[in-house]
């Protein structure tokens, strides 16, 4: 408890530095360096403040979190004037649990997607249904379920199905398979280790600064001392306790 108070007060800070539009999204791992107080723990980088509100306003402002606001508001509002409909308390308290458990940890993939998910389940139960006998649809409609489903199902391969197989190629040390399907995820390109795919996995943001000590100590063997001091001080942005970089940086020093 006491580290994660720790953590928001410095997320605090990082949010009050940019507090209207905040520093972009998912980019707390790479600004968050800059406001730690201290060295939590060594050799750990802390890209998340534990606080998913906090996440919010750090990377999309206050304008963000008072978006995400509203839209809680909306449905818990709907889902009131609805208490009586069936399912409608239990997923409201669901939603609630949740929604007090994302605020003390930090949000990633699988939380935010349950958290969806129960919004929208709650939103669809809470939403009045159409008049018994009214008829609903217009002409074509079956086309436009059916076309809707063929897109439904071809946004799902794009984004859900791609991902897992690139993961999965790189959890079996395939890399060179994984950027051909997710060329923007910088730890598949770090993976392959060459001078220009660790450059490429650079230009995408990677967020381990223990990545620009490596890309750092490629480009001392090449000769090019300037890039390695900018990619170990990069490290520093990153985690300005990370001592292999502090250590390299003093080496370089005449």
Do not use: C
Request: glycine share 10%.
């Amino acid at each position: 408890p006491e580290l994660r108070l720790h953590l928001w007060g410095d997320g605090l800070r990082m949010v009050a530095a940019r507090p209207l539009t905040g520093w972009g999204e998912d980019a707390t791992g790479l600004s968050f360096g800059r406001f730690l107080s201290q060295d939590y723990a060594s050799l750990v980088t802390f890209d998340r403040i534990h606080s998913g509100p906090l996440d919010v306003a750090a990377t999309q402002g206050v304008l963000g979190l008072a978006a995400l606001g509203w839209v809680l508001f909306v449905v818990f509002r709907t889902a009131w004037r609805s208490r009586s409909q069936p399912y409608v308390a239990g997923l409201s308290a669901a939603l609630v649990g949740f929604s007090v458990w994302v605020a003390f940890n930090f949000d990633w993939s699988p939380a935010t997607g349950a958290f969806w998910l129960l919004a929208g389940t709650l939103w669809s139960a809470a939403s009045p249904s159409p008049p018994s006998g009214e008829r609903v649809g217009v002409r074509g409609a079956k086309e436009v379920r059916a076309g809707t489903a063929v897109v439904l199902v071809l946004a799902a391969v794009l984004f859900a199905v791609f991902p897992v197989l690139a993961d999965v190629w790189y959890l079996k040390g395939r890399a060179d398979l994984s950027v051909k399907v997710d060329p923007l995820q910088a730890q598949y390109h770090w993976a392959l280790g060459s001078i220009e795919e660790l450059r490429r996995a650079a230009a995408l943001g990677e967020t381990e600064p223990g990545f620009y000590v490596t890309l750092g100590d490629r480009e001392l063997q090449l000769g090019n001392r300037a890039k390695a001091q900018s990619a170990y001080q990069r490290a520093l942005e990153i985690d300005p306790y990370y001592t292999p970089a502090t250590q390299r940086l003093a080496a370089l020093r005449p």
